[in-house]
């Protein structure tokens, strides 16, 4: 059975702390994203790694950074976290196909700066 | 920039069918619709993909117009336990990289 773990479900973290969320998945994907989802706007991309140490911005890069040194390990980083940041984030993975959409989702985790 | 478009909600009974329709006027030539469903306290979960026309699987079809600017989901003889956030993504590789755009999602309840 397919697996995208994430390393916490439950986070709180104070402002301006760095923030490290950590994704592995099993499945020898090529691809893995990092998502944030806020009530009423459904899921966002904020970064994608087609590759190990390839990255790509997605339409809301701006205080996040992300780190891909494995193939099966996507880190996603708040330099200074802010409250604005507070969020469940979703990481995912897929296959390199025509499509990239056949994704397969991690549980989330609650992220809350305080 | 694509844009997606989904009711916010829906109700239906246990045993019928469920039309969930999505717009997206400025989908680009490469991309393609994936519907995903998602429970509380979990992450999305695939449930279909389609490029054009019809697509069957074994849980829903997704019917898709000649000019793609919508897509329609079907789940046909819905259940209490399809009571879910269903969302709508349009996306793939562009001029430029990897694009994906989500709906909002449609919250679907089934009653009893």
């Known amino acids: 059975d397919v697996k995208v773990t994430q390393s916490s479900r439950y986070l709180v973290k104070r402002t301006g702390e760095k923030v490290f969320l950590e994704c592995v998945q099993d499945?020898?994907?090529?691809?893995m994203f990092w998502y944030r989802q806020d009530p009423g706007l459904g899921l966002r991309l904020i970064y994608f790694?087609?590759?190990?140490?390839?990255?790509e911005k997605g339409d809301i890069p701006e205080g996040y950074s992300v780190s891909r040194e494995k193939k099966e390990r996507f880190s996603l980083i708040l330099e200074s976290a802010s409250t604005n940041q507070t969020s469940m984030y979703l990481c995912a993975s897929s296959q390199r196909t025509l499509s990239y959409n056949e994704q397969f989702f991690g549980p989330g985790t609650r992220l809350t700066v305080l | 920039l694509a844009k997606t478009t989904q009711p916010i909600s829906m109700d239906s009974y246990e045993g019928q069918e469920v039309n969930i329709t999505c717009s997206h006027n400025?989908?680009?030539?490469?991309?393609?619709i994936t519907w995903y469903q998602q429970f509380p306290s979990q992450g999305p979960r695939f449930i279909i993909q389609?490029?054009?026309t019809k697509v069957t699987n074994e849980v829903a079809s997704l019917f898709i117009p000649a000019d793609r600017k919508s897509s329609t989901l079907s789940l046909p003889r819905v259940s209490l336990s399809d009571t879910a956030v269903y969302y709508c993504l349009v996306g793939g590789l562009r001029t430029g990289g990897f694009k994906t755009i989500f709906g909002a999602g449609t919250r679907l309840f089934v009653k009893a």
């Open positions: 400025n989908i680009a030539t490469n991309d393609y």
């Open positions: 790694s087609y590759d190990v140490k390839m990255k």
């Open positions: 389609g490029y054009k």
């Open positions: 499945m020898d994907h090529e691809n």
